[in-house]
């Protein structure tokens, strides 16, 4: 993961006028490393809100101690450093993330969905479109980018104490050496192998026998096309079989930020006759977390057009569905207004998506 030597001349040229006063070098030294600091933060916090928070944070302290940084690291080492332990202090103050399957018992058979939950506690998507595309391979890393960003790895990472989550996504998912790490984290070589251990023991408890990933590249692109465009022409034609036929038998379908959340083929197929397949949709093939996606697009009989209103990541299990994550905007779920409040063609557009269909 090195810089090749003319690409370190340049950065030292970059850093030596960023602490010399001008801004505008700051913002090209830090600017090829953005996308990859904000998914950083977005895996250390479940929340994409959060996670911009905490990069504006953290560049801000960054700027503000470039004195301190004698370049006895790399730049790219020193402004995770900093990143992950503003991402860190978040955690002091935020409650973790997690899903509605892991929130409360599913719904029985015919309960009707509840209220949204406005507090901040569900984990949000995250488009694959803002993946960093120029990452270096590393032996160190475990994860591939995509399966760093998978719902399952994402609820395996929030059920660790901060330290060992940080240890881990430095570790494997970024591909840093413990050395490094240490100096990042302010801790002991053995204290971060220490925790990289515990971690690792945990997320292999939680994380499922294959990653997304896995099951995507076994499948190839015409099946996983078609199984896309099956599930859609499903809910637009109201066929409320071919799309059960679709789940596994312990399917899961969550509406987050709604807490209810139903399971099992009986549960689900009522809920779909009764709420969204007598509705009018249109949808559009996306990808969030590493997984296959779909836009969900709603009619809107004043306009005589369709808004945007969910994002569901399926969750697949061979040619099954074993869970659909419907990712509500949230002006349709009717959460409160509030800083971290989108709208729909806001939340569509992080996806590549259009902002209404006709």
């Known amino acids: 993961m090195a810089a090749a030597p003319r690409a370190r001349d340049a950065e030292q040229e970059l850093l030596t006028l960023a602490a010399e006063g001008d801004e505008g070098a700051f913002g090209e030294l830090v600017e090829p490393y953005r996308a990859e600091l904000r ?25 503000r101690g470039l004195a301190g940084f004698e370049g006895r690291g790399s730049v790219r080492s020193w402004l995770y450093s900093i990143a992950t332990n503003t991402a860190v202090d978040i955690t002091r103050h935020r409650s973790r993330r997690e899903l509605p ?77 413990a050395s490094e790490i240490s100096s990042q984290l302010g801790a002991s070589v053995p204290s971060v192998n220490s925790a990289l251990q515990r971690a690792r023991a945990s997320a292999h408890r939680d994380l499922p026998a294959r990653s997304q990933r896995s099951v995507l590249r076994g499948l190839g692109d015409q ?50 006759v009764r709420d969204p397949l007598p509705l009018r949709w249109k949808h559009q093939p996306t990808w969030s977390n ?17 808004f945007p209103a969910v994002v569901d990541v399926l969750t697949l299990a061979g040619e099954k569905i074993s869970a659909v994550t419907a990712f509500q905007a949230p002006d349709v779920a009717g959460l409160p207004q509030g800083e971290d409040r989108i709208t729909g063609p806001e939340f569509f557009a992080r996806f590549g998506l259009p902002a209404e269909l006709t």
């Open 39 to 63: 998914a950083h933060c977005y895996r250390m916090l479940g929340s994409l809100h959060d996670a911009d928070d905490a990069l504006q944070d953290a560049l801000l302290r960054a700027w």
């Open 101 to 177: 399957v892991s929130f409360g018992p599913a719904a029985g058979p015919g309960a009707r969905v509840a209220e949204p939950v406005a507090d901040p506690v569900w984990l949000e998507p995250y488009p694959d479109r803002w993946l960093a595309s120029n990452l270096g391979s590393s032996p160190e890393a475990r994860y591939e980018q995509r399966e760093s960003v998978e719902l399952a790895f994402l609820v395996a990472l929030q059920s660790l104490p901060p330290r060992q989550r940080a240890v881990l996504i430095l570790r494997d998912v970024m591909g840093f050496s």
């Open 223 to 272: 099946r996983t096309r078609a199984l896309v465009r099956q599930y859609a022409d499903a809910i637009e034609r109201g066929d409320a079989d071919t799309l059960v036929s679709m789940l596994t038998e312990d399917a899961t379908w969550s509406m987050p930020p709604a807490a209810t959340w139903f399971q099992g083929l009986r549960s689900i197929r009522e809920w779909l």
């Open 290 to 306: 590493g997984q296959l996606a779909v836009g969900c697009y709603i009619f809107d009989r004043d306009k005589g057009s369709y």
